[in-house]
């Protein structure tokens, strides 16, 4: 898996700082590589538990932390990682990482799918995921990822990185996303319904909303769904509020 190391030290400073660490908190490191910003955030926080695939990257990391009681180098694939181990409900926890871009929405949907005991994170994604992650209602960018991403956190992009900061040196510019989880408000069945029908309806982001829940539920009544939920389906799925898409949900039902 190809990975862009972030080698500017001004760089992996004010990211450290972006994490306001206090210095007790536990952080999770996704990916720290060759540990350049495994080494900051031990400069600021409790403890520091990195999360690394490569097996030549986790013997590095595991002889330059040897005897160290803070820093825990995991060998491992962070898509199989259960936080539960380090965060609770009741202690909940901090993950930070410059996330290899061809595996960045896997990531941040096994985060969401761990969303209760995290508090924030910190990802450096690829920029053009960022304005997805980001993107409001009506935006062009609006998609199954920034449903989610609302649902489950409150999202900001702090700042932005340009290839020259890495090596080796991507095509594109990055952005620091923050997340701010909070507790989803649904019961997990109508969670799980919802976003199937979300997944479904962005599938085909260019049909009006009518036309994909036809594909959705063959035979279902539309016009009774409009009147229930109070969403105009002549409008397309990137246009819908979070509470429209719960009121879509709610009204059309299980798929077929």
């Known amino acids: 898996m190809g990975q862009n190391f972030l080698v500017n030290p001004r760089v992996l400073d004010r990211i450290a700082d972006a994490a306001a660490l206090t210095g007790s908190e536990t952080v999770v490191e996704i990916g720290p590589g060759k540990g350049a910003l495994t080494e900051r955030l031990a400069e600021r926080a409790g403890r520091v538990i990195a999360v690394e695939l490569d097996r030549r990257l986790a013997e590095g990391l595991e002889n330059a932390w040897a005897g160290s009681g803070q820093v825990t180098i ?79 956190a409150k999202a900001n992009r702090l700042f932005l990185v340009g290839p ?62 409009e009147a229930e939920s109070g969403v105009a389906l002549t409008r397309r799925p990137e246009t819908l509020t979070l509470d429209e898409w719960r009121s879509l949900a709610r009204a059309a039902g299980d798929p077929a």
């Open 164 to 225: 020259a900061n890495f090596r080796p040196r991507p095509r594109v510019d990055s952005a620091l996303v923050s997340l701010r989880f909070h507790a989803p408000r649904d019961k997990p069945a109508f969670e799980r319904r919802m976003f199937a029908l979300v997944k479904r309806l962005f599938g085909e982001r260019r049909k009006m909303i009518r036309a994909g829940l036809r594909e959705w539920r063959p035979g279902l009544d539309t016009d009774s769904v």
């Open 74 to 152: 995991v060998r491992g694939d962070f898509l199989q990682y259960d936080l539960t181990q380090n965060f609770s409900a009741e202690s909940r926890g901090i993950v930070l990482g410059n996330v290899p871009y061809s595996i960045t929405s896997p990531i941040v949907f096994r985060l969401f799918e761990q969303a209760a005991v995290l508090d924030r994170a910190l990802l450096l994604v690829q920029r053009e995921v960022a304005d997805r992650m980001t993107a409001g209602p009506g935006d062009r960018a609006r998609g199954r990822l920034g449903v989610a991403v609302e649902y489950y």
